[in-house]
């Protein structure tokens, strides 16, 4: 089979030694076919050959690895894709990569841009992420479902899913009584006049005061909540206006952060409700206890409750009813939950009652909790401001792009740059620096957050990273080759890959498929991130030795070296495909 473009070379490692084991013994099933990756021997190492041998001797038959390797080695199909491979006398296969593969790959990069893996059936995937609280102030909580939220659905849509983004906001409930009966005392005319709320976080911490000190406040709020739930107009409108507020807020900050995301919240599901309850009821998986209505879930600590002893519905409810849709409307075989490690047990209960109720084979279906842990401050406590408030997300997103700012006056830059330039460059790294920070962070732990450590550009760092691509792209321009001439050599020019850290170079940026289906399998970003890292690196060295352009004692270009430039092309275009999957955006000039 003919590869395409930048199919993953591991994968096809695998694949054709697979093929070999079981040419070389049919007999034996359950080989795993064990493909590691450069070590300082070869390319790829195979082990096969050493699980064979201890299955062989169970059976009674004692034969070296060495001899079992050989045979794989002699049973593997004909391919262009390898230059040596050899058993070693320790069993293991040793595989060196054919530079005219890689060459080749590496011009199709060029010609045609890092194309995705090749990921089999297409994916109606839904995701559910941000999904912050209507008058409550959207935290870095939020941010971190926001962030990893939005690259994930990107590598999901770049390797061709079909992604249906989902903004679970937390629209319904009873606090929007007593801000209703807030709104009604303080706009009293607020159905014909659009009241002028600037401050939300503060108006709901207003009607909370009275809502705690004052009976008469309390009642009325109640009332609020029953009419709203009954669809009173005056009340819809209401809720909608106080909605409205926060929507514009969010907004701006999904828009510094080019997010895209449809609004779903727990409210477009209130009409559902009553139908999912009742189906519950009938297929007898709710029990009555203590006036509520309960589901338990067998290994779960505590039930849902799926219906309060007042009628009312939960956030249990809203997520049922929502698994449903996402499922049987929205016809999704993959869902994710961009969510809090907090909430794994509520959310571990809702995919177990989807499966209870029969709505989904876990076998077919692929319903995950993409959990992440806290952010945490400098000082490794829950990240707050000094007098303890927690951090408003627009005032870190003006606090990064600051210091930003601060960091490129250091460099000079703002004297190099134009006006438009310089903003452009700020706010890029500044976002791209928080996103990067956040992703490049095994999501399962806990980090820092440090705007020192990501604004730094040594190391790990998207300040780093975004350097280093500048920087490349900036080569061919010093070489004063045109865009024109670089598209014409791509398909002209033979990559050379002669030089010990060119090869090096070429093989990391052919990796680049195998680190996306990784992601793709469990969801993690931080390996894409170390990848990008690794690609920089590696740069750094090809270029330290690898001359590009020569210039004589006036500075004059006498030399440019053609395919090494295409290199530093295909180099810029493979971490480019991974800013876009970050969502970091890339500058011309900083
Ligand atoms: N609004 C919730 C919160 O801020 C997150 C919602 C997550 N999604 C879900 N389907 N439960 O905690």
Redo the contacts with the bound molecule.
């Keep these: 089979r003919k590869p395409e473009n930048m199919l993953s070379i591991g994968i096809i490692v695998e694949e054709l030694f697979g093929l070999a084991v079981r040419h070389a013994y049919p007999d034996l099933d359950d080989i795993p076919v064990m493909i590691q990756g450069s070590s300082k021997f070869a390319d790829y190492q195979c082990n096969s050959a050493l699980v064979i041998c201890a299955k062989l001797k169970a059976q009674g038959v004692k034969l070296p690895p060495k001899e079992i390797a050989q045979k794989i080695v002699a049973s593997l199909p004909e391919s262009e894709y390898f230059s040596k491979v050899e058993a070693a006398p320790n069993g293991f296969i040793n595989i060196d990569l054919s530079k005219d593969y890689v060459s080749g790959q590496i011009s199709s990069v060029l010609q045609k841009g890092p194309s995705p893996p090749n990921v089999g059936i297409k994916k109606r995937v839904v995701v ?1 992420f941000s ?3 209507i008058a409550k102030e959207m935290h870095v909580g ?1 941010l971190r479902s926001t962030i990893i939220g939005e690259s994930l659905c990107r590598l999901l849509e770049w390797v061709g899913h079909d992604v249906l983004r989902l903004n ?1 906001l ?1 629209d319904w409930g009873t606090q929007f009584g007593m801000l209703i009966a807030h709104l009604k005392d303080k706009f009293p005319n607020y159905l014909s006049v659009s009241p002028p709320i600037k401050d939300l976080q503060a108006f709901y911490k207003e009607s909370k005061v009275r809502f705690d000190e004052d009976e008469a406040f309390k009642k009325r709020a109640y009332e609020a909540v029953v009419k709203l739930q009954n669809g009173d107009e005056a009340h819809l409108k209401g809720w909608n206006l106080i909605c409205d507020v926060s929507r514009q807020e969010f907004q701006k900050v999904y828009k510094r952060l080019g997010v895209s995301i449809t609004e779903r919240g727990e409210s477009f599901y209130q009409p559902l409700m009553g139908a999912i309850v009742k189906e519950l009821e009938e297929k007898e998986h709710l029990v009555l206890e203590e006036g509520r209505k309960i589901m338990y879930i067998p290994g779960a600590p505590a039930p849902l409750t799926v219906v309060k002893s007042d009628g009312g519905f939960t ?1 249990a409810t809203s ?1 049922l009813t ?1 698994i449903k849709h996402r499922l049987h409307v929205e016809k999704g075989d993959w869902l994710l ?1 961009v ?1 809090d490690a907090g ?1 794994n047990l509520h ?1 571990q209960s809702i995919f177990d009652a989807g499966v209870i109720a029969g709505w989904y084979d876990p076998k077919q279906a692929r319903v995950e909790h993409v959990m992440f842990g806290v952010v945490l401050g400098e000082d490794k406590k829950k990240f707050k401001t000094r007098s303890g408030e927690v951090i408003r997300l627009v005032d870190l997103l003006d606090e990064g792009v600051k210091r930003a700012e601060m960091k490129l006056v250091e460099k000079g830059r703002d004297k190099e740059l134009t006006k438009e330039e310089m903003k452009k460059a700020m706010e890029a790294v500044a976002y791209g620096c928080i996103k990067y920070n956040d992703l490049s962070h095994n999501r399962n732990h806990e980090y820092v957050f440090s705007f020192d450590r990501m604004l730094d550009d040594r190391g790990n760092t998207a300040a780093y990273l975004l350097y280093a691509y500048t920087r490349i792209r900036s080569i061919a321009r010093t070489a004063q080759v045109s865009p024109q001439q670089l598209k014409e050599a791509a398909t002209k020019t033979k990559i050379v890959l002669d030089h010990p850290k060119e090869w090096k170079l070429a093989k990391c940026l052919l990796r680049f498929p195998e680190i996306i289906l990784k992601c793709l399998d469990d969801l993690l970003i931080h390996t894409l991130c170390d990848f990008l890292y690794e690609v920089a690196t590696t740069f750094s060295e090809f270029y330290d030795s690898c001359y590009c352009i020569e210039k004589d004692k006036s500075g004059k270009i006498v030399k440019v070296d053609m395919s090494r430039i295409l290199l530093c092309e295909a180099t810029a275009s493979v971490i480019g495909a991974g800013f876009h999957i970050l969502s970091i955006t890339p500058v011309d000039k900083m």
Excluded: T
Aim: hydrophobic share 20%; net charge negative; aromatic share 14%.
């Design positions: 559910d999904s912050p609280n939020h679970h937390g956030y997520d929502a939950y969510v909430q959310l």
